[in-house]
């Protein structure tokens, strides 16, 4: 007796167990399906970057601000010219990236003999001298992010500038907004620079016209980083696809 209430018991806990996964299932993706439904409700909304209060985004005229009702400090503003603007800052920095990657550095005379330094060879140097996770990390972050960058600014600007591929830029802003923390090419500059203060007294060090390039590329992305926000990219999509909406049901 005693074994077949203990199987009747262990029949109701499993029954039970099913039950309650169901259930959290079920529970799931009602929550998800809301969270979906819900999704472009939320865009409505701005959250302010420095005291975080939510507001309800209004509509602002061409080359207008809108600033927060706590802090008083700008949330976002409308540009009509954003797209060509992006679009001709990311060409640019692309332009100089590819100068600061593809010709000589820095140029270093030692004992007679000439070292010419690229970045390219410098992270190939790590890999061949066995740092493979140093190497790694300077391949990704000052070589493949940053190029990663620029060009999914260049296609976002450009879907944008000519008012196609809704789903694609929506996608590519994610995707940037995960990338951009990662483009440490400011940072590397630092390091190229600390790195020469400290051989000056041992080798004559002549700069190249890629280390020039890479200070131009550096200045274009912080400029870009600090001027165009991501939240304006993305209030741009929102009124060149609405516009774009509403233009055909008029047609």
Same mark, same amino acid.
């Given at each position: 007796?005693?074994?077949?209430?203990?199987?009747?018991?262990?029949?109701?806990?499993?029954?039970?167990?099913?039950?309650?996964?169901?259930?959290?299932?079920?529970?799931?993706?009602?929550?998800?399906?809301?969270? &979906?439904?819900?999704?472009?409700?939320?865009?409505?909304?701005?959250?302010?970057?420095?005291?975080?209060?939510?507001?309800?985004?209004?509509?602002?005229?061409?080359?207008?601000?809108?600033?927060?009702?706590?802090?008083?400090?700008?949330?976002?503003?409308?540009?009509?010219?954003?797209?060509?603007?992006?679009?001709?800052?990311?060409?640019?920095?692309?332009?100089?990236?590819?100068?600061?990657?593809?010709?000589?550095?820095?140029?270093?005379?030692?004992?007679?003999?000439?070292?010419?330094?690229?970045?390219?060879?410098?992270?190939?140097?790590?890999?061949?001298?066995?740092?493979?996770?140093?190497?790694?990390?300077?391949?990704?972050?000052?070589?493949?992010?940053? &190029?990663?960058?620029?060009?999914?600014?260049?296609?976002?600007?450009?879907?944008?500038?000519?008012?196609?591929?809704?789903?694609?830029?929506?996608?590519?802003?994610?995707?940037?907004?995960?990338?951009?923390?990662?483009?440490?090419?400011? &940072?590397?500059?630092?390091?190229?620079?600390?790195?020469?203060?400290?051989?000056?007294?041992?080798?004559?060090?002549?700069?190249?016209?890629?280390?020039?390039?890479?200070?131009?590329?550096?200045?274009?992305?912080?400029?870009?980083?600090?001027?165009?926000?991501?939240?304006? &990219?993305?209030?741009?999509?929102?009124?060149?696809?609405?516009?774009?909406?509403?233009?055909?049901?008029?047609?």
């Amino acid at each position: 007796m005693d074994e077949i209430s203990n199987l009747s018991y262990c029949k109701v806990c499993f029954i039970d167990r099913i039950f309650k996964y169901l259930l959290g299932s079920v529970c799931s993706a009602i929550i998800i399906t809301m969270k &979906i439904e819900n999704e472009d409700a939320l865009d409505s909304f701005v959250i302010c970057p420095q005291c975080h209060t939510l507001h309800k985004e209004i509509p602002i005229k061409d080359g207008a601000k809108a600033c927060c009702s706590v802090c008083k400090s700008i949330m976002y503003r409308y540009d009509s010219r954003l797209a060509e603007h992006g679009l001709a800052l990311s060409v640019t920095a692309l332009i100089f990236f590819a100068v600061a990657n593809f010709f000589p550095l820095v140029k270093i005379e030692l004992l007679g003999s000439e070292q010419f330094i690229t970045i390219p060879k410098t992270i190939i140097s790590l890999f061949d001298n066995g740092f493979y996770i140093v190497g790694m990390l300077c391949a990704f972050l000052i070589f493949i992010f940053p &190029i990663m960058v620029f060009s999914l600014y260049l296609i976002v600007f450009t879907l944008l500038k000519f008012g196609i591929g809704e789903y694609l830029s929506k996608e590519l802003l994610v995707l940037l907004s995960r990338l951009k923390p990662w483009s440490m090419n400011d &940072i590397f500059l630092v390091s190229i620079l600390v790195a020469l203060v400290k051989l000056i007294g041992y080798a004559q060090i002549h700069m190249g016209v890629a280390f020039w390039a890479l200070i131009i590329f550096v200045l274009l992305d912080i400029y870009l980083t600090r001027s165009i926000h991501i939240s304006e &990219i993305w209030m741009l999509r929102k009124r060149v696809f609405l516009h774009k909406k509403q233009k055909e049901k008029c047609l």
